[in-house]
Nanobody, 128 residues
Framework: VQLVESGGGSVQAGGSLTLSCAISGLTYKRNTLAWFRQVPGQAREGVAAYYSALVTASTSIADPVQGRFDVSLDKANNTLYLRMNSLKPEDTGMYFC?????????????????????WGQGTQVTVS
């Protein structure tokens, strides 16, 4: 399984960015995908998750970004997106894409790093 993030960069507060995660190699038909972020010296924080099954899907958004961030999946292109609006300096960090081949269940578990098996290398987002 390979996850490759892109779309990071520098943006002014109040601006928007869309991150992409190109996914390959997942074989199971029920997958939980997620975005995490991390600032040096701090724990990795769950931002948004997307549960994808054959005919159903659901999302979980972390409280600090609720109403500003949105997660979506383009199944045809195997790409997970994180749309970030009204960005704040505290949104600065390295953003990682993660995946696991099962339904991890609750929002709490979906936003927990230990729930995931596969990780990308990250893309940096800087808000000033």
């Amino acid at each position: 399984v390979q996850l490759v993030e892109s779309g990071g960069g520098s943006v002014q507060a109040g601006g928007s960015l869309t991150l992409s995660c190109a996914i390959s190699g997942l074989t199971y038909k029920r997958n939980t995908l997620a975005w995490f972020r991390q600032v040096p010296g701090q724990a990795r924080e769950g931002v948004a998750a997307y549960y994808s099954a054959l005919v159903t899907a659901s999302t979980s958004i972390a409280d600090p970004v609720q109403g500003r961030f949105d997660v979506s999946l383009d199944k045809a292109n195997n790409t997970l997106y994180l749309r970030m609006n009204s960005l704040k300096p505290e949104d600065t960090g390295m953003y990682f894409c993660a995946a696991v081949e099962k339904d991890v269940g609750t929002k709490l578990l979906r936003l927990r790093p230990s729930s995931y098996t596969f990780w990308g290398q990250g893309t940096q987002v800087t808000v000033s």
